[in-house]
Nanobody, 124 residues
């Protein structure tokens, strides 16, 4: 069992930056692939980025590639999402998720545990 708690969301102007954190508790955090998803009002939850258990392999949605960076610190049981050059269309509730699979997944169905989310609002 893994519990996930996101933090770092807030209100930022377009072009600004935010750094989200996801603190995990429970066993074997370092064995989980971790992902970030987001959901805007009236839209489905969408994949943002993910990385494997040791952070050596990452994938990004095309919409955030080159602007967002995912990383993890297994010693601190934390995964991060650095978001730069934010746009109004990045406004959403951001969730982190953990998957026991060895493969990095883009589908929410591939993830076993979810946090409650942290709100990111980008003003124009």
């Amino acid at each position: 069992q893994v519990q996930l708690v996101e933090s770092g969301g807030g209100l930022v102007q377009a072009g600004g930056s935010l750094r989200l954190s996801c603190a995990a508790s429970g066993r074997s955090f370092s064995s989980y692939a971790m992902g970030w998803f987001r959901q805007a009002p009236g839209k489905e939850r969408e994949f943002v980025t993910a990385l494997n258990w040791w952070g050596g392999s990452t994938v990004y949605a095309d919409s955030v590639k080159g602007r967002f960076t995912i990383s993890r610190n297994n010693a601190k049981n934390t995964v991060y999402l650095q978001m730069n050059s934010l746009k109004p269309e990045d406004t959403a509730l951001y969730y982190c998720a953990a998957a026991s699979s060895l493969n990095i997944g883009r589908s929410p169905r591939q993830y076993d545990y979810w946090g409650q989310g942290t709100q990111v609002t980008v003003s124009s």
